[in-house]
């Protein structure tokens, strides 16, 4: 597998060889290096000044996908040239280049474009994208992230050696957060279910969302400081740039289950606190002929669950905009039937 940016200057434009992109950037400088070694030798503000003036790159394509009626369904996937830091930064370029991507998709042929990561983030979760380009539909890939996370959050409640483990969710207002939230508020399998978010405003909108569900009741706002010294199980779900959880904090032999990218948790978690359990969450079992053609640093065969998503809308021929903005129920499902359907299966945590 090639783990080098692959930039197809010599792809012929009138070929639109494409049927659906998936948009992805560098998480942070560390990225940037593993692909370009020789940049270490020059002053980091200069060369990431050039570098966020380069148009966005192809970076993989994605072979091994075939519809139902034997029809190979290629897919591209295409990096911007920001990090996510960059990103938060400086919102307008951020979304000028997602806007820029996605009209490189159009070009490739592709109708259907996934936005990974912070491409999302900072076009709310694609909703000032959404439309611009006549003919692309757009998903954030959320729902099925969303999905994911919830099944794996079960399997380790089903697991834990505490009967109803108490959670926390830090970033539970946001687009996966909050849908993730609700699923579990539907349920109840919980101790209690702390929610940590950042803006009051989300946080009210949330707690008005889960209020129907039955085990509302033992969901409590709160903030990071109180929540990770009482839960067994922490989901962390921010779009922070960078690591917001606080190791010294965490009950003894927590669970630590991270969908963000770049990552919520310290590198050094597993050193600093050797009782804590991590795991890498809101990944999918991709069919073995499906290959992304880049090495993501996940394990071979799993996806991220939003690249996976766009791949399933593409395969099903999905004729419209699919997750924009906040998850709904209604899509997790949705995605859920497309990844049963095509044989994209849950990672399980026994
Ligand atoms: N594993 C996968 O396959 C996969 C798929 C899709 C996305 N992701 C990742 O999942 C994460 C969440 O994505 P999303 O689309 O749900 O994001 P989102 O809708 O933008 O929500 C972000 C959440 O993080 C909170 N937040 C933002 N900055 C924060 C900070 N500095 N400290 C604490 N909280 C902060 C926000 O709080 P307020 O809203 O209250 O301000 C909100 O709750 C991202 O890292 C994204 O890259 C992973």
Redesign the pocket.
Known sequence: MSNKFTIHNKLDKSKREYDFAFLVHPRNIQDIYKEFPFLKIVPVVLFMFFFKKIPPVILSTVNGVVDEKGKKIKGVIISLPIT?EQMLRDRNLAKKQVFRAIKKAKKLGATYVGL???T??VTS?GQDVCGLIEGVHVT???AL?AS?TYLGIQDLIRNSTVREPNIAI?????????AVTELLTKDGSFGTLYI????PS??QKLLQRITPHPHSHRVMETNMEEALPKVDIVVT??????T?IRAELLKKDAIVYD????K?TPQDLLTKRPDVTFID????KLPEHIHVGYNFGIPTNT??????ETILLSLAHYPDDFCVG?VTLEQVKYAETLANRYKFSPIRHT
């Not at 779900?237 to 960078?242: C, H, K, L, R, V």
């Not at 996806?303 to 996976?308: E, M, R």
């Open positions: 996510a990974g990561s912070f999302s983030v979760g954030n890939g959320n992230t994911m830090i970033g539970a207002t946001g687009s996966i957060g909050s940590v978010g950042r803006t989300h946080i779900a921010t779009s922070a740039s960078g917001v969908i963000t990218q770049p919520n969450g809101g990944l999918i996806s991220f669950s939003c690249l996976a906040n």
